[in-house]
């Protein structure tokens, strides 16, 4: 939104120009996130904690668990928050990747919600159930892997391409759809289990969000590119923007995940 607004701004104002740039709306985007997240957690905790917003705890999972009686869960909410308020204030939104990358963060995140939500009112630790969770993440995966797939502007979207080895090349064709649909609900499925094991996701998921927004930034910029070997692929960069925005959140959830959480 911010974007377009400092777009029109810089034909009559060469100083916002500055807001072009992508580096300079990532370290916008990741202290926008961050401060929604440090802003919203205190109210939003008091809140769940006053309609007793805390998720049973599975009988067969380790004892330490059980410590976290009481404390209050969907917290994710926050994150999902700051992370669309800082897309959407400083990418641009005429990019289709910056609408898959939001969309399908928020269709896990009501994926997400429901399950907390059946955990907090039937007492269930089970939640939606494996089967009706993954057939609603593979509807939303699937969604985002045609989209993409039918969308690519240029053969290079679809190819596989091999690290470390710089002429291993991999044309998917219709194959792209299957990789993307794998990697998509494997991704979030990996998140969910880690998280299981100690509640602290969190922390990786910023460092790879992190390292994730470089290769956007890098593989959307033609000099950068091509400088280190890497296919161009024209609009990832504005990709830097979510992933910044995922960053900030992130930073700002764990201040507030602590013990007993």
Avoid at 165 to 182: M, Q
Avoid at 237 to 257: D, T
Wanted: net charge neutral; proline share 4%.
């Amino acid at each position: 939104m911010l974007f377009f607004l400092f777009e029109k701004l810089a034909e009559s104002y060469s100083i916002f120009n500055v807001f072009q740039y992508l580096t300079m709306r990532g370290v916008l985007s990741v202290l926008t996130a961050l401060l929604i997240s440090l802003m919203l957690g205190p109210a939003m905790i008091r809140k769940l904690g006053m309609h007793q917003m805390s998720q049973t705890i599975r009988q067969d999972g380790p004892p330490t668990h059980f410590d976290k009686v009481g404390t209050p869960t969907m917290g994710g909410a926050l994150i999902l928050v700051a992370i669309i308020i800082g897309t959407l204030l400083w990418a641009d939104l005429g990019n289709r990747f910056v609408w898959v990358a939001m969309l399908i963060t928020l269709g896990y995140g009501v994926i997400g919600w429901v399950d907390d939500y059946r955990k907090i009112i039937d007492k269930n630790p089970r939640g939606m159930g494996s089967a009706s969770k993954f057939f609603w993440q593979t509807v939303c995966g699937m969604a985002a892997a045609v989209y993409l797939y039918v969308s690519a502007a240029s053969p290079v979207e679809t190819t596989l391409y091999v690290p470390l080895f710089k002429n291993v090349a991999i044309t998917l064709g219709p194959w792209f759809i299957l990789l993307a649909y794998l990697m998509i609900v494997g991704t979030s499925n990996a998140v969910n289990l880690t998280d299981g094991l100690d509640g602290l996701a969190i922390l990786p998921t910023v460092m790879v969000a992190g390292g994730l927004g470089i290769f956007a930034y890098v593989t959307g910029n033609t000099v950068f590119s091509s400088y280190l070997g890497i296919p161009y692929v024209a609009g990832t960069g504005e990709l830097l923007i979510f992933c910044m925005a995922l960053v900030g959140a992130g930073l700002g959830f764990l201040w507030f995940n602590t013990y007993p959480a």
